[in-house]
């Protein structure tokens, strides 16, 4: 299986700032790599697809980067709503996810 | 909009056999893919496999010969049964609709089934 690690796993902001997290795969995936939102007791919810690609009805704020086996999600400002926890998924193959980071109030 | 939920026992015993349904509302099982995902308490999610309307399935190898995945068309329902459950296959179990293609992806979820096995 392909290998998701994701940093950090904990992130402390606040409101306003500019954030950006990380996902590493243990082999390139092209660009076939999807983020998620998940608030406590929901199902997560797609952000971004294929890297890059932003999900219908996600503010813009919200943006993806990379390719082979780095990738960024960034939110370009920080609003009360977006304290969540994000995961990575890449869907190169049998469908994997990262660990998750936590996106915390500071 | 799609609506998925999820349904089924939630408490089991070592070696019994889980089975959860999942109605789908809004649209149509036909034509698309659905797969079950699981999230263990304080770990990540995990991929349990996925069903095509006409049957066809595919599953995580690591799961593999416990899980069993079905469809109804006519009650616009996909279903999941995992044999001989241990402690570790306590979690939140999730159906989703599986974009498959060029943009492949999870974009419909439902709120998730906990199940605990425990003797």
């Known amino acids: 299986d392909i290998q998701m690690t994701q940093s950090p796993s904990s992130l402390s902001a606040s409101v306003g700032d500019r954030v950006t997290i990380t996902c590493r795969s243990s082999?390139?995936?092209?660009?076939?790599l999807n983020w998620y939102q998940q608030k406590p007791g929901k199902a997560p919810q797609l952000l971004i697809y294929v890297a890059s690609s932003l999900q219908s009805g996600v503010p813009s704020r919200f943006s993806g980067s990379g390719s082979g086996t780095d990738f960024t999600l960034t939110i370009s400002s920080l609003q009360p709503e977006d304290f969540a926890t994000y995961y990575c998924?890449?869907?190169?193959?049998?469908?994997?996810f990262g660990q998750g980071t936590r996106l915390e109030f500071k | 909009q799609v609506h998925l939920q999820e349904s089924g026992p939630g408490l089991l015993k070592p070696s019994e056999t889980l089975s959860l349904t999942c109605t789908v509302s809004?649209?149509?099982?036909?034509?698309?893919?659905w797969s079950w995902i699981r999230q263990p308490p304080g770990r990540r999610l995990e991929w349990l496999g996925y069903i095509y309307y006409s049957g066809s399935t595919n599953y995580n190898p690591s799961l593999k010969s416990r899980v069993t995945i079905s469809v109804d068309t006519s009650k616009n329902q996909f279903s999941l049964k995992l044999s001989s459950v241990t402690a570790a296959d306590t979690a939140v179990y999730y159906c989703?609709?599986?974009?498959?293609?060029?943009?492949?992806?999870?974009?419909?979820w439902g709120q998730g089934a906990l199940v605990t096995v425990s003797s």
């Open positions: 989703a609709r599986h974009r498959l293609g060029a943009t492949t992806n999870f974009d419909y």
């Open positions: 998924q890449q869907s190169y193959s049998i469908p994997t």
């Open positions: 082999q390139s995936i092209s660009g076939y």
């Open positions: 809004g649209g149509s099982v036909s034509g698309n893919y």
